[in-house]
């Protein structure tokens, strides 16, 4: 794959990086929500972007990206959890913290795929 290519590939929209997936994963299994678990598993083993052959960083996983192919049902779940995460950590008169607003950007991200 050539550089133009995967720079385009890893803007579009149901494309994430390891992180976001990494703290999903993380928060769907703290509610036991194992069949989101298993499909965000299955997008880490099997949908990864390949980087081209050139890339910077390419043995640095944490810059690896994912096709993500989950259903609108499955996606609108993990927003309903990311969503009560922000609002748990909010001020007590609903100001942002840093720990919401870190949640909000998750809402954001996933609200792009719904």
């Not at 989101?36 to 050139?54: A, D, F, G, T």
């Not at 840093?98 to 998750?106: D, E, I, M, N, V």
């Amino acid at each position: 794959m050539k550089a133009e290519e995967y720079k385009r590939l890893i803007s579009e929209s149901n494309i994430f990086d390891k992180t976001t997936l990494n703290v999903t994963l993380k928060e769907v299994f703290s509610r036991q929500e194992f069949e989101l678990v298993n499909e965000i598993q299955r997008i880490l083993e099997n949908n990864q972007i390949v980087k081209p052959e050139l890339h910077a960083k390419s043995y640095d996983e944490t810059t690896n990206y994912y096709k993500v192919d989950l259903t609108s049902d499955q996606i609108e779940k993990i927003i309903d959890i990311f969503f009560e995460l922000e609002a748990c950590y909010a001020g007590e008169n609903g100001e942002t913290t840093p720990t919401a607003a870190f949640y909000a950007r998750l809402v954001d991200k996933w609200n792009q795929l719904a």
